[in-house]
């Protein structure tokens, strides 16, 4: 009986949690565009300012609306994602 009951708790949970990464929608214009529910993107604004890593490659710098500064880095398997940068006195 437990273990019937941990099932079907397990399932339950599993179910809920998973989802599609990527979520699409089609635009009036017949493109399909990615939709994000339920993630609060953040806006940033430009500094105009620019971030250049050790092999040369400059980055430019953003500015969340909290004031935090950070570059759009991109890994090795092409993963586009946020690189927060701390400034030293």
């Known amino acids: 009986m437990k273990k019937l009951i941990f099932s079907i708790a397990l399932f339950c949970a599993l179910n809920s ?7 699409i ?8 565009v990615q939709s994000v529910s ?6 940033y604004k430009d500094t105009s300012k620019v971030f ?18 950070f570059v759009f880095c991109t890994s ?3 993963n ?3 690189k927060y940068l701390t400034i030293e006195n």
């Open 76 to 78: 090795k398997k092409g």
């Open 38 to 43: 339920g993630a609060k993107l953040g806006t």
């Open 80 to 82: 586009v994602y946020r």
């Open 17 to 23: 949690t998973c989802t599609a990464q990527t979520k």
């Open 25 to 32: 929608k089609e635009s009036n214009t017949g493109e399909y």
């Open 52 to 69: 250049v890593t050790k092999s040369g490659e400059k980055l430019p710098i953003y500015e969340t609306t909290k004031g935090k500064l």
